[in-house]
Structure formats: structure tokens, C-alpha cells
Nanobody, 126 residues
Framework: QVQLTESGGGLVQAGGSLRLSCAASRRTSTRFFMAWFRQAPGKEREFVAAYRWDGSRTYYADSVKGRFTISRDNTKTTVYLEMNDLKPEDTAVYYC???????????????????WGQGTQVTVSA
């Protein structure tokens, strides 16, 4: 079992930046994928970004490419989502997710992740 705890959400003006953190309860293997999803009011949860613990690849939704960066710390227990040039349409609850068995082709599918955090609210004002 892995418990995930997000932090770093808040209110920011359009064009601003925020950094979200996701702390895992234990070190995860290099096979783990860590990901961020988000859910805006009235919309389905959508993939944002993912990072494979061995550092070999990162993955991004087209809507955030060039603005968001996913990374991890060297202790392999925390993953970050650096969000720059935020837009009102980025407003959502952001969830951290993890899984140790999914395959690359499924990295954007929320139903493939076994572990989830409680979410952190990000609000971007116009």
C-alpha cells in the first residue's frame, strides 16, 4: 500500500505559478508511475502529467505542455508539479496517483492507477 498526500494548491491570478507536491508514504520502485490528474467542476477527471520513477520518461497532456513540469526528489518519495502561466481553465481539484504495474500505453488512464491522494484545490482567477 502507498498513501499519497497532496499539498500546494491555492488561489492564484492568471499568468501566475504554483507548485504542487505529492508525498508518498514509502519509497516506490523504479517501475512506479506517478501522475497528476485534475477534475474541474462539472467535468470528468483528466490526465495532466506522469513521471516514471526511473526518470526515463515524462508525459504531459497537450493542454499543459510547455507550462507544467513534473519532477521528483532524490529520495523518491515526493513528486512535484510545477505549474506556470496558469489559466482560468486550469482551475480544478488536482489529484496525485500512483501505480506500479501499468504499462506506458495506459499512463493517461485513471482507471489504471491503484493509489490516489485526496486532492488539492487550484483556483486561477482571471
Amino acid at each position: 500500500q502507498v498513501q499519497l498526500t497532496e499539498s500546494g494548491g491555492g488561489l492564484v491570478q492568471a499568468g501566475g505559478s504554483l507548485r504542487l507536491s505529492c508525498a508518498a508514504s514509502r519509497r516506490t520502485s523504479t517501475r512506479f508511475f506517478m501522475a497528476w490528474f485534475r477534475q474541474a467542476p462539472g467535468k470528468e477527471r483528466e490526465f495532466v502529467a506522469a513521471y516514471r520513477w526511473d526518470g526515463s520518461r515524462t508525459y504531459y497532456a497537450d493542454s499543459v505542455k510547455g507550462r507544467f513540469t513534473i519532477s521528483r526528489d532524490n529520495t523518491k518519495t515526493t513528486v512535484y508539479l510545477e505549474m506556470n502561466d496558469l489559466k482560468p481553465e486550469d482551475t480544478a481539484v488536482y489529484y496525485c496517483a500512483a501505480d506500479g504495474t501499468l504499462i506506458v500505453s495506459s499512463v493517461g488512464r485513471q482507471d489504471q492507477y491503484d493509489y490516489w491522494g485526496q486532492g488539492t484545490q487550484v483556483t486561477v482567477s482571471a
